[in-house]
């Protein structure tokens, strides 16, 4: 099954988080937080403005994104978990920069 998201939503895949800390302690699932890092699986076509114009979206399918802690709608896609959220509950886009691309 696919999904569209409609309007200036978004549907993001969370991107787990470290098995263990620094020290080398394995971190149970039960103390885990949950990662508040993910990457864009599908958009919205973007938002209307006040004068009924379509504005795209700045986030794009495969952006990697920060959000809030509370944000989104948890939901079961497909037997993935998946969080379907507004583009202004998106904090931030991930950028690789060219330093770190050539080095890799």
């Known amino acids: 099954m696919t999904f569209r998201p409609l309007h200036d939503r978004i549907l993001v895949r969370r991107i787990g988080a470290e098995e263990k800390t620094a020290g080398g302690i394995i971190i149970p699932d039960t103390a885990k937080e949950k990662p508040q890092e993910g990457e864009v699986v599908a958009a919205g076509p973007g938002a209307r403005d006040e004068s009924g ?3 795209p979206l ?3 399918v495969g ?7 509370w944000s989104g709608t948890e939901i079961k896609l497909n037997g993935e978990d998946v969080l379907i959220m507004k583009e202004s509950d998106v904090m931030g886009v991930m950028e690789v920069d060219a330093a770190a691309r050539n080095a890799a």
């Open 63 to 69: 952006d990697r994104v920060l959000f809030g802690k």
């Open 53 to 55: 114009q379509l504005r």
């Open 58 to 60: 700045e986030v794009k």
